[in-house]
Every structure is written in structure tokens, then in C-alpha cells.
């Protein structure tokens, strides 16, 4: 069994750099805006990380809505206004589609980085992203794709009720390996009804 720190390692590299949350805008009902990186959500609040190391709890009753950090891409969608209505899902997404859900969509990225497909874990990623996300899995070494492989098989997952906003999605991810357990939120975008990992 590896240890708490080599675990941790595996499953930062598991996530390639979908916990590196860059900034975010969090504007709330009152008119004010807060700026910094959303550690947690849970189904009624949201923690985020302060410039200069403060952390704030926030009820989700108080969000308007979240603004996303640049996505190293042209292609960012603009913000949209918050999403409240619990169909909206349906309107977006076809039931029968494999990227329907946020969570959908990292289960097919759990089942293919068990079965080691790089190419079927890079489908999970927005279009703007694939070509980086393949060649940093490419440029692992084997044994530690491997090791990626192998710990992903023996690590339970358990997504939480995803936040919406527009055509981005926040699904916190709580894993457990053993007696070792995290939570890291991984961000989503809407492509073509599909919802894809972004960073």
C-alpha cells in the first residue's frame, strides 16, 4: 500500500492538473464580489481560498453566480447567469448521451484510466485542452501510468450533486484508498451537449 504522501502524488497526477483551479470570481446576491480559488463545495456552501492565504465559507443561498479563471483558451465561453431550475440538465443533455453529467463524464474517465486508454481519458477533456492533456499522459513513464492505473482501480470515488452554472459545472470528488481520504472539485464546461473536464 503506498504511503498517505505517495498516495496524494498519484492522485494529483491522476487528476492532471484539474484541482489546479485557477481564479475565481464569486459574485454575490448583495452586489459584492469575491476573488480566489474554490477549495470545497458541499451541497450548501462553497469555501474559498482568499488572496493572502484567508479562507471563506459561503452559503450557496448568497451566490449569484461564479466566473470562472481563464482557461489558457480563445475559445472560453463568457459567464452566464446562475442556473436555479432543477431541469436544466434535461434541457441541455440528451439521457442517453455518455457525457450527459458532469458525473457521467468522470466516470468514463475513472473506467478508461483503469483500463489504461489514454485516448478515452483525453475524450473526456475539452476539445481546447486534449492535445495537452494526451501529451502529458504520453510523457509519463510506463510505470507510472501504471501506478496511475493501478490506484485508480483500488480508490473509491464518490461524486457529490454537481453545481451549474450556464455552461460550466463544479462536481466535487471525494476518494478514499485505505484509510486515506480527500475531496478536490474538478471544473466542467458544456461542449455540444457534452459536459468535458476542464482545469
Not at 443533455?93 to 468522470?106: D, I, L, N, R, V
Request: glycine share 4%; proline share 7%; with cysteine.
Amino acid at each position: 500500500m503506498p504511503t498517505p504522501k505517495q498516495l496524494r502524488s498519484i492522485v494529483l497526477c491522476i487528476a492532471l492538473s484539474t484541482t489546479a483551479v485557477s481564479a475565481e470570481t464569486v459574485f454575490l446576491k448583495t452586489g459584492d464580489t469575491l476573488e480566489g480559488t474554490i477549495q470545497q463545495m458541499t451541497s450548501d456552501q462553497v469555501t474559498l481560498s482568499l488572496p493572502g492565504g484567508s479562507t471563506r465559507k459561503i452559503p450557496k443561498s448568497q451566490i449569484s453566480r461564479i466566473e470562472f479563471g481563464s482557461t489558457r483558451s480563445a475559445e472560453k465561453p463568457s459567464p452566464s447567469p446562475p442556473v436555479t431550475e432543477p431541469n436544466f440538465l434535461s434541457t441541455l443533455t440528451k439521457p442517453e448521451s455518455k457525457y450527459g453529467t458532469p458525473a457521467a463524464t468522470f466516470e468514463l474517465w475513472k473506467t478508461a484510466a483503469i483500463a489504461g486508454d489514454i485516448d478515452k481519458m483525453v475524450d473526456c477533456y475539452a476539445s481546447f485542452q486534449q492535445k495537452e492533456i494526451r501529451k502529458q499522459l504520453k510523457d509519463l513513464p510506463k510505470d507510472a501510468r501504471e501506478k496511475m492505473r493501478s490506484t485508480t482501480a483500488r480508490t473509491q470515488f464518490t461524486p457529490a450533486k454537481p453545481f451549474y452554472q450556464g455552461d460550466r459545472a463544479l462536481l466535487e470528488i471525494t476518494w478514499q484508498s485505505g484509510l486515506q481520504s480527500d475531496t478536490q472539485v474538478l471544473q466542467f464546461v458544456l461542449e455540444k451537449n457534452h459536459w468535458k473536464l476542464i482545469q
